[in-house]
């Protein structure tokens, strides 16, 4: 059975579920999870496990790439949840946005004529938000290409169940060189992030790992979750499903209805900061909640077809400024 399945028949049979061999609940109605989401009594930062059977030595690799991704924003709490957020706040202004759509813009006029139909994801798609990210970051292809290189490479490291301590020396590697390349700009800082960062660094309210678990977030989401949340608008819109968007009159609405049918990040797992009832259920705290936004966003509750026709209310979402909310931060 594929998990998304899964997580449909769970919705529909019990919505909270308690799994054993996971040591997780499990929410995945759309009410609850809109919910839970802003719920205080819920921490992003959860309790991370070393898999078995590794060495010293690899047991330090596995602990050093798996913190620093708990460093990410989308994975902290306050107060360095909250610092990171007033420092991204500035990338996302009226007039910061506007620059970015006109650099994607330009790359689609340029490269949209000439592209195979087949080849529209690697030939536009792609290189239109790369060409965004380089806008609002200050960067040049080439190095854009080089962050998101190693921050692919660092998300290599995968869960626990599977973990490769080869992998793992790998991920550590492009830790070393991503941490070495965000240094770099933070000593020399030039666009709007890199100053932003390189003060939190001179004040001591951010130090280095914290800087480039900003730009590893940054990079890495913005791409491949983004290009598969376009790609898969434009099956829905041009395919057998026949979703009906006025991309000109409702861009707002095409944005939301990409990202619940597509659900880039299926999963926002929390922590319980003290012991709650949850739904009639008690939850000890410290105990691991996961917010299931894949099922959620196919709740028929709240979409009458949840595969076929517009939604009336807005899709679940990690949004890549680092938040878990409705294109918005969450608040903490």
């Known amino acids: 059975m594929s998990p998304i399945k899964w997580f449909d028949e769970l919705r529909e049979s019990r919505g909270v579920d308690w799994d054993e061999s996971t040591s997780t609940w499990y929410v995945t109605r759309y009410d609850d999870v809109y919910e839970l989401l802003r719920d205080p009594r819920l921490g992003a930062q959860v309790e991370t496990y070393c898999p078995p059977g590794l060495t010293e030595e690899q047991q330090n690799t596995y602990w050093r790439v798996t913190e620093f991704i708990d460093r990410w924003p989308v994975f902290s709490d306050p107060p360095l949840h909250t610092g990171m ?70 998300l290599e490291v995968g869960p626990i169940e599977t973990y490769d301590p080869a992998i793992g020396l790998r991920t550590e590697k492009a830790l070393d060189e991503l941490t070495g390349l965000v240094a770099q700009r933070c000593r020399e800082p030039r666009g709007v992030l890199a100053t932003a960062l390189s003060r939190a660094l001179s004040d001591g309210s951010l130090d280095l790992l914290d800087a480039t678990a900003v730009y590893a977030q940054l990079v890495s989401g913005a791409l491949e979750p983004t290009a598969s949340a376009v790609v898969r608008l434009l099956e829905a819109v041009t395919g057998p499903e026949g979703v009906e968007i006025d991309f000109e009159a409702d861009i707002d609405g095409a944005v939301d209805e990409a990202l619940r049918l597509v659900t880039p990040f299926h999963l926002a797992t929390r922590r319980a900061l003290k012991d709650m009832i949850l739904y009639g259920h008690t939850v000890r705290a410290e105990s691991r909640v996961v917010l299931v936004l894949v099922a959620a966003n196919r709740d028929p509750r709240r979409f009458a077809d949840r595969t076929r026709s517009a939604p009336t209310e807005p899709g679940l979402a990690m949004s890549r400024s680092g938040a878990v909310g409705t294109r918005v931060w969450a608040p903490r």
């Open 85 to 154: 957020r007033r420092l991204l706040l500035p990338l996302f202004t009226s007039a910061a946005v506007q620059q970015v759509v006109a650099a994607m813009t330009e790359s689609v006029v340029a490269t949209s004529s000439t592209a195979a139909p087949d080849r529209l994801f690697s030939a536009v798609v792609r290189p239109a938000l790369a060409a965004g990210l380089c806008r609002l970051l200050d960067e040049r292809p080439d190095a854009l290409a080089e962050l998101a290189d190693c921050a692919g490479r660092i």
